[in-house]
């Protein structure tokens, strides 16, 4: 894993979060893409496990950091985290390559993060100001709609290709 890579790309991805994601609104000015929940399942699906699961948690704390809705660090952080880690493994048993299981990747688990982060934030004595199906429903949609299309410039990014690279590194003619 290219760590260096890993930390601009979430660095650039949550200034476009907060800032260029709200260009691309749709109908009300809170149903934009998920940049966080996007990068979530590519690393899930493209990272070795152990990895998977440190982006995973990485990616939430991001994600909490620029949550305009909860304030406080923890739900995305633990979401993130938990299913994040159980795509990994299921992605294990289960192929994620085509699109249209990428599309339903990032709408489950955008539904499960989504639901579990609210829910946590739900238990802290304040109310919170941002409506349920907008969080659960429209976001995740709106993200599993546009997320297969960022999958190659961020793996072009990582420098991920579909080939497993030679361990060994001699010139072709002394092999």
């Known amino acids: 894993m290219r760590w260096v890579r890993f930390a601009v790309l979430v660095i650039v991805a949550t200034i476009l979060q907060t800032s260029v994601v709200g260009i691309m609104a749709v109908k ?19 990272a070795r496990r152990t990895d998977a699961v440190i982006t995973s948690f990485a990616i ?14 923890g739900p995305q952080i633990i979401s993130f985290g938990l299913f994040g880690t159980l795509l990994s ?25 989504s639901l579990l982060s609210y829910s946590l934030t739900f238990l802290r004595s304040q109310p919170i100001a941002v409506s349920l199906w907008t969080e659960v429903l429209w976001r995740p949609l709106y993200s599993a709609l546009v997320g297969p299309f960022l999958f190659l ?23």
């Not at 939430?60 to 660090?73: K, M, R």
């Not at 990582?158 to 361990?167: D, E, T």
């Open 28 to 46: 009300r000015p809170d149903i934009t893409p998920d940049l966080m929940l996007i990068l979530l399942v590519f690393f899930t699906i493209h």
């Open 60 to 73: 939430g704390f991001a994600a909490d950091l620029i949550s305009p809705t909860t304030g406080l660090i």
């Open 89 to 113: 493994d299921l992605h294990n048993v289960v192929s994620v390559q085509r699109i249209p299981y990428r599309i339903g990747a990032i709408f489950l688990v955008g539904l499960l993060t």
């Open 153 to 175: 410039p961020v793996a072009w990014w990582m420098r991920i290709n579909g080939k497993r690279r030679s361990r060994d590194r001699r010139p072709s003619l002394l092999r």
